[in-house]
């Protein structure tokens, strides 16, 4: 009788620890999420820190909503950002670091295609997944199938603006003015050059700068003497603004569009250039006014937050992180980062502050252009 009730209180005490143990499982898997270790290389500082301090607060932003679901998602999100300095050689330490001492399962950046086309053979090869969430350089996610971006190329913006500008002002020709030191604003030379001619729209002087220069009066006096109908430019923002600044300062007068590449798309340009940057003409991959749903909880969520209405740097980052949360859902892990390749390459028609978002089957952003105009010191929709 002993025995058989000994046995009995065993088989319950079994029962009950399984019980308890399975509940345990239950709700440690409720309580704790598993974390994705994120890594963030964006310049923080340097030649590009305009579009960096916009793009970590972005990505700031999805982090919180996301982490605060995180309860249903069962996903939480731990950012690591490195300031890569807007220098290709510190954003080789950065994606060292995260890579091989963070043990990211995936890095968001960096800031410029300069350091990108470096950097991102570093992820390629060690077989982890970065996206690009400002990099319109030719040629970025052609380094290898780890390589993706949110971020449209200047081949997709550009022609768009090129025909736009045709169209609405009828120019015929131009001068042409960029960067001959930095990947973005060289291949932004070339999609210029291309469009330019494919719209048989006449390049009466190319003229050339480099990072950090200031004065840019011999090449605008030159600009000047040629009278073209609008001057195009090729430049980061800190460039750019000092060319806008400078060409009306010079007498190039107002009548005389001045249209940039994905560098000018900063508010910074209206901030630097004050009322010389009102009519500068941009393509973009996003535009604040879009009624997108989603947009608009975003621009509401950011400006509350941070005091100031988002950038297209901010939303791309913003994007991103969600591009991430979809992926890694699919991939079924937070810590493989071969499996949130794959789910990557399978984001398909995602609802994004960028709208319904996919990528190409080469990794690069697939949605809409916009071509904006800078009216009262902010940036309108000109056309599409
Ligand atoms: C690039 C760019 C810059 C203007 C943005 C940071 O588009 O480097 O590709």
Redesign the pocket.
Known sequence: MDVVAGNCAKKAMVVLALVLGLSGICSRASAAPREAKIGFAL?LTGA?AA?GETQKDGAQLAIEEINARAGQTGIKIVPVFEDDASQPQQGVNVFNRLLFADKVVAIIGP????T?QVTDRIAQKAGVPVLGI????KGITDIGNYVFRD?LT?MQVIPDTVNVVEKKLGIKKVALMYGND???TK?GYDVFKKALRDSHIKIVTEQTFAKGDRDFSAQLTEIRSLKPDALVVSA??EEASGIVAQARRLGIPASVPIIG???F?SPSLMKNAGKAAENVIVGAAWNESSSNPLNRAFVRAYTAKFGSPPDQ?AAQAYAAVYIMLDALKRSGSTDNPKALREALAGVNDLDTVLGKFSFTPGRDAQCKPVVEIVKNGRFTVFGE
């Open positions: 310049s590009a579009y800031t410029l295609s300069n990108a400002s990099n319109t350089a971020s200047e930095d990947a973005f291949s980061l923002v590449g994905n560098g798309n740097f």
